[in-house]
């Protein structure tokens, strides 16, 4: 079975074609970085011109070098939702004409679910486990039970942990994107110089909230700033400031985690997944291994181009769901917002209802 993935949600533009003997015959993926980074941050409007701008082109190179033609295609999966809604469009709708031209089966991915997935692809892997999603979109604790079949078991309250470090390395001056720049500048800085709240830790269930943390350090960069003139932007304050704002988030991050371990230790899985580009971090990682031998479960990390947005994980789950007999109809719409888990509750906090968007 041969499938072309399409992904357009955010700020990549992606299309690869994946087989169900988990071949990838190409995986390309073109990052708008650059179109974006004048504004430092994503900006819909651009995005959605961009992905017009270079998916066919995109498709039709995926599709070359994976030596095939449309009619070798047994399906279309491309990426519905969540997202940034124009650009979403762009990506499904070009799915649907692709299917409909070749009167091959559309299947309408949820982009958590292509995350959810992606470790399958490379690794042997049954259900159920724990999926720890950290992204610059996302901040989600899943059960992955099966294919179409997720419990949210915690998410964010307000930001997503990826956009924190992005706002956090801005406050900085460490420029965009920001995860890197900063895992590098905290390189080495003294993470216990700076003494930054760590939201939600200690408390029950396994929910984030990470706006907190920025606006203190949005005080403490203000009050050096004061002291200090421009060398609070210089080394060791800024590396100590980068290290102690890294240390926050890893405290925050390892407390929900354990908690998320416990909550899904009646349902067999012992098995902790970590998907998203904040995934990419090494002193997270670090963190994450640190947990998963005090929990006894073992870590697994999808190899990092799968870990970023990529259509080789919207193929596989396209895969996955047409083997499970999961295919669309022509007229699905696409979608801002998509719980993989329906029956989720709204998070409790300061930043919800009515801010959650995408993230959640
Ligand atoms: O999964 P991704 O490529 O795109 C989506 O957001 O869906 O994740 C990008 C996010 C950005 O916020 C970026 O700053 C963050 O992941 N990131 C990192 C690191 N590398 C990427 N955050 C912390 N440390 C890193 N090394
Ligand atoms: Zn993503």
């Known amino acids: 079975m041969k499938i072309l993935g399409i992904e357009t949600s955010c ?135 099966g294919v179409g079949r997720y419990r949210r078991l915690g998410t964010t309250i307000d930001d997503a942990v990826g956009e924190a470090f992005d706002k956090a390395a801005k406050l900085l001056g460490l420029g965009f994107p920001g995860g ?24 029950p269930g396994a929910d984030f909230s990470f706006s907190g943390l920025k606006t203190a350090l949005r005080h403490r960069v203000e009050e050096l700033v004061e002291e200090l003139g421009e060398a609070a932007f210089e080394d060791p304050t800024r590396a100590d400031l980068a290290a102690s704002f890294q240390a926050a988030v890893g405290d925050v991050l390892i407390d929900r985690t354990r908690n998320a371990l416990r909550m ?30 005090e929990r006894a479960v073992r870590l697994l990390l999808p190899p990092l ?20 007999g999961l295919t669309d109809r022509l007229d699905v719409a696409p979608r801002a917002r998509w719980p993989l888990d329906p029956d989720a509750e709204a998070p409790q906090g300061a930043g919800a209802p009515g801010r959650l968007g995408a993230k959640a």
């Not at 070009?94 to 559309?106: D, H, N, V």
């Not at 500048?185 to 200690?202: I, S, Y």
């Open 180 to 203: 890197p720049a900063l895992e590098r500048a905290a390189l080495t800085g003294n993470p216990v110089r700076f003494d930054l709240p760590r939201p939600l830790l200690g408390r």
């Open 11 to 145: 700020d990549e533009t992606a299309a690869a074609v994946v087989t169900d003997a988990r071949e990838v015959l190409s995986d390309l993926v073109l990052s708008q970085l650059d179109a974006h980074r004048l504004f430092g941050g994503v900006v819909p409007e651009i995005a959605a011109r961009a992905h017009i701008d270079h998916l066919d082109r995109l498709i039709a190179e995926s599709m070359a070098e994976a030596g095939l033609g449309f009619e070798a295609l047994d399906g279309v999966a491309a990426t519905a939702g969540p997202g940034l809604i124009g650009a979403v469009m762009v990506g499904l709708m070009t799915g649907k004409a692709i299917a409909a031209a070749r009167g091959i089966p559309l299947i309408a991915v949820n982009h958590l679910e292509g995350h959810a997935l992606s470790i399958r692809l490379v690794e042997e892997l049954a259900f159920p486990y724990l999926l720890l999603l950290v992204s610059g979109g996302h901040c989600q604790l899943l059960a992955v039970l």
């Open 264 to 293: 899904v230790e009646g349902l067999g899985s012992n098995a902790l997944v970590v998907a998203g580009g904040v995934a990419a971090n090494r002193y997270l990682r670090a963190r994450l291994e640190g947990l998963s031998a």
């Open 305 to 324: 181009k799968l870990c970023t947005d990529n259509a080789a994980m919207i193929a596989w789950a396209g895969i996955e769901r047409l083997e499970a």
